[in-house]
């Protein structure tokens, strides 16, 4: 196992010209001797970015000490490339390195919750070979999957489609922490649900009135309604358009064969309206599963929870009677 941290210094510029990690690799902190602390570097779910585990007991041995800020200064990052932070189900936005959450002490996690927290680097613009410095290369298979007419700009014109095209990928991947954490979520909720859609059983049926039946069909009409539309967002996230079973490849495939290397690529203009509109999709995605988590997943669950509640406690009462 690799060990990150002093007296190695693993500098920004080797985050990104180093190769991803193949495993986790151990961190250290000199001045916390015996914490197990690992990372990830640039995870396929994260190109522009890192995942640090800490273990349990180390949290539990060493409270308060350590954050994201420290973690960064063990690989001597800068924190004013830091983009955004994902800490279990909660996410917040770096500020360049301002964000005083960055210092804030990492909790231990709950048991069987996720330990790990990513963090989102800036892309690495400045660190890009001119393109005067590299030879002519024809399209990658990806980029010609497009389909587009050709079309080669040249100099500032170009970099500066490159820096777009990149902002846009950092973006979306931002943007897929985002979603997969809330399809998640939206999973959850549909098992809820789907442990909702039942009949009463017998002791509920003989407690329950006229108006306790109805209403219990009409939340389990809600919960069937909800529970579609759960299930066809969160199939959308994992098979549709911008998954890896759609397009979402072709994209990666461009960025590392192209954008980051700063290689000549024909249609680049189109090329890059492609990624805005990617972007667009991913982002319209991300929109839809909030607006269905915060939607029909409560809605449904509210309303059979509240029917429930109410014949549980006829139920209850007819029991002392007896």
């Not at 700009?153 to 950092?170: K, L, R």
């Not at 990617?278 to 059979?304: C, F, Y």
Request: aromatic content about 6%; some cysteine.
């Amino acid at each position: 196992m690799k060990v990150l941290g002093r007296p190695r210094l693993l500098w920004v510029m080797d985050i990104f010209l180093r190769p991803p990690s193949a495993s986790w690799e151990a961190v250290c902190l000199p001045d916390v001797p015996g914490a197990a602390i690992w990372a990830w570097i640039r995870p396929p779910a994260a190109a522009c970015g890192i995942i640090f585990q800490i273990s349990y007991h180390s949290c539990e041995s060493f409270p308060g000490v350590f954050t994201i800020r420290r973690l960064l200064d063990a690989l001597e990052i800068d924190c004013r490339l830091t983009r955004m932070c994902f800490i279990g189900a909660e996410s917040f936005d770096a500020m360049q390195g301002l964000n005083p959450q960055l210092d804030l002490p990492l909790s231990p996690p709950a048991r069987g919750a996720n330990p790990s927290a990513t963090v989102h680097l800036a892309p690495p613009t400045v660190f890009a070979a001119p393109l005067s410095s590299t030879p002519a290369l024809r399209p990658a298979p990806a980029a010609r999957a497009f389909g587009l007419p050709a079309r080669q700009p040249c100099g500032h014109a170009a970099e500066a489609m490159y820096h777009t095209i990149e902002s846009d990928w950092h973006a979306i991947q931002i943007l897929e922490s985002k979603n997969l954490i809330l399809r998640n979520q939206l999973n959850a909720s549909l098992s809820r649900m789907l442990a909702f859609n039942r009949e009463m059983s017998p002791d509920e049926r003989n407690a329950s009135d006229t108006q306790d039946h109805r209403d219990w069909q009409e939340a389990r009409r809600w919960i069937r309604d909800g529970a579609a539309i759960l299930a066809r967002i969160v199939r959308a996230h994992d098979i549709g358009t911008t998954s890896a079973a759609g397009v979402r490849n072709r994209f990666d495939d461009l960025i590392g064969q192209f954008i980051t290397p700063r290689r000549p690529l024909e249609n680049l203009a189109a090329v890059q309206h492609l990624f805005e509109v990617h972007r667009k999709t991913v982002q319209s995605l991300n929109t839809e599963m909030q607006s269905a988590h915060h939607g029909p997943a409560r809605d449904g669950e509210s309303k059979a929870q509240a029917v429930m509640a109410r014949v549980r406690v006829k139920v209850q009462a007819a029991r002392g009677k007896r």
